[in-house]
């Protein structure tokens, strides 16, 4: 069960940033972990779940980082037990970068986690101007901002989404040919496919191409080796550069985080709801 509660306050230990929490972000995996779907390296009961922060440092160490700067962080809560639903968060300088210019704190907090996914997958994916990719979920949190950092690195990116009222934003953001049937798609066509959902749509990407699917609990991509493509699912890490990478994307106007609404704290369960309930245009934040 989902509750507020007082806990203590951390303690920075050497190479931790301090942070005043601001807002934070709901994301798929906070929803797996409380139903228990993520199975052996769940951290135990009672947990502080949360991945995505921005807020204000209150002790930066030696981190270079100042008193009173606006930063955004990722906590891989899985790993450390972490969580960033909290209002002072203590986290490796490592994992924390200075936050962007040009949106609220807010418009921040929803960035860190399916940004970095977008960020971390495309790297890997490793897609030169001009190379076709496809993005399966292309309207999703990580999806939509990986279509955007595509686009910004002058990718051609095709779109499937899951339905019509989901291809609009992937249009507006640049995608070129928007579909919502997996049988629509260009057999053999892409340099590259990124698949957000599991939908493993292997049949569309090339011989010799690349396959990333982000769908850990989906399970393995299909081998496609015989046709010599590499596929991997990817597992996001933390990585302040790659925050820093992001927010300047942000800063130039490259990419946009979308709210699709906002709760305070203690409507954490209200927030929860609206999460579950899909058909978002954007993500869930909540508000400290
Ligand atoms: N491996 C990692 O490190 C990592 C990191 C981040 C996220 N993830 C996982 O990646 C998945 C996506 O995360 P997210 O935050 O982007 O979720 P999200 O915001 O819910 O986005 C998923 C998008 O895909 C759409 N969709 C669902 N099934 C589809 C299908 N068969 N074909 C086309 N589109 C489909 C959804 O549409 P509707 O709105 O209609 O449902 C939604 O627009 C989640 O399972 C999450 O746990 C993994």
Redesign the pocket.
């Known amino acids: 069960m989902l509750r507020v509660v007082d806990a203590p306050q951390p303690e920075p230990g050497p190479g931790e940033v301090l942070i005043r929490s601001i807002a934070t972000g709901i994301?798929?995996?906070d929803d797996?972990t409380r139903a228990g779907a993520i199975g052996e390296g769940t951290p135990p009961l009672p947990m502080t779940l949360g991945w995505d922060l921005a807020g204000i440092v209150v002790d930066g160490g030696d981190s270079g980082l100042r008193v009173g700067e606006r930063v955004v962080a990722m906590s891989h809560q899985l790993d450390s037990g972490r969580g960033t639903w909290a209002d002072l968060v203590a986290l490796p300088a490592r994992a924390v970068a200075a936050a962007p210019q040009s949106v609220s704190l807010v418009e921040a907090a929803i960035l860190p986690?399916?940004g970095l996914?977008a960020l971390q997958t495309l790297n890997w994916l490793a897609l030169s101007a001009g190379e076709r990719l496809l993005i399966?979920?292309?309207?999703?949190?990580?999806?939509?901002l990986a279509l955007q950092i595509a686009r910004a690195r002058g990718v051609r990116v095709d779109a499937?989404?899951?339905?019509n009222a989901?291809a609009g934003f992937a249009r507006d953001h640049g995608a070129d040919f928007v579909t919502?049937h997996?049988g629509a798609l260009e057999q053999r066509g892409y340099d590259a496919v990124f698949d957000?959902?599991?939908?493993f749509v292997t049949e569309a990407v090339a011989d010799g191409g690349r396959y990333a699917s982000?769908?850990?609990?989906?399970g393995p991509v299909p081998d496609q080796s015989s046709r010599g493509v590499r596929t991997v699912?990817?597992?996001?890490r933390e990585d302040g550069a790659g925050l820093a990478e992001l927010a300047d994307l942000v800063d130039r106007g490259s990419l946009r985080p979308r709210v699709h609404a906002a709760f305070g704290l203690h409507e954490i369960r209200a927030a929860h709801a609206r999460f579950l309930q899909?058909?978002?245009a954007g993500?869930v934040a909540m508000t400290f």
């Open positions: 994301n798929p995996v797996k986690l399916p996914t399966a979920g292309a309207a999703g949190a990580v999806g939509g499937l989404v899951s339905r989901h919502t997996p957000t959902v599991g939908a982000i769908a850990t609990q989906a699912v990817n597992q996001v899909g058909g978002l993500k």
